[in-house]
């Protein structure tokens, strides 16, 4: 169960709360229409996390595929270390997808309350994006934090 969790966890948990954003499309694109809500913001905040956060697992990426003896390089043929680096490739490739499609949504000054109802889609696409690449940024980062808990063994004492 932990392992199905681990695996698709972050895609299904963004497409659970992208099929919420879809219940509460009305009510979303309404207050966009009367100006009580701006994503302009959001899109400024998703575009500045999400630029760190793929330097940050651009960074793991590194360390792991560059660490050369102890624990590392003990489970680096493994199975379990290809499953860490594809999920560590995956969080790269959505970080840098999403900076893209922030900077779009940024300069378009894009609102999801005025124009053509397709908006929307664009807006869910983004939310969807925007929570996908950050829970697979977590789950990331729990691993690595595991990995790191294991200490090398100490080859001089002292």
């Not at 913001?41 to 990426?61: E, K, M, P, R």
């Not at 102890?70 to 560590?88: D, V």
């Not at 691993?143 to 002292?158: E, H, M, S, W």
């Amino acid at each position: 169960m932990t392992t199905l969790v681990e695996r698709y966890g972050p895609f299904v948990a963004a497409l659970f709360a992208t099929l919420l954003i879809y219940y509460f499309k009305t009510d979303l694109v309404s207050a966009a229409a009367e100006k009580k809500v701006d994503f302009a913001n959001l899109y400024s905040s998703v575009f500045n996390w999400s630029s760190i956060q793929t330097g940050f697992v651009f960074g793991i990426f590194g360390y792991v595929a560059g660490k050369s003896g102890g624990f590392i390089e003990a489970i680096k043929n493994t199975p379990e270390m290809s499953l860490f680096l594809t999920y560590t490739k995956r969080a790269i490739y959505l970080g840098f997808a999403l900076t893209f499609f922030c900077i779009f949504l940024t300069v378009m000054s894009f609102n999801i309350g005025v124009g053509a109802p397709w908006k929307f889609h664009i807006f869910a696409a983004f939310s969807f994006l925007s929570l996908w690449g950050f829970l697979a940024f977590l789950r990331v980062a729990y691993i690595f934090g595991d990995i790191l808990r294991v200490k090398d063994k100490t080859r001089v004492p002292g």
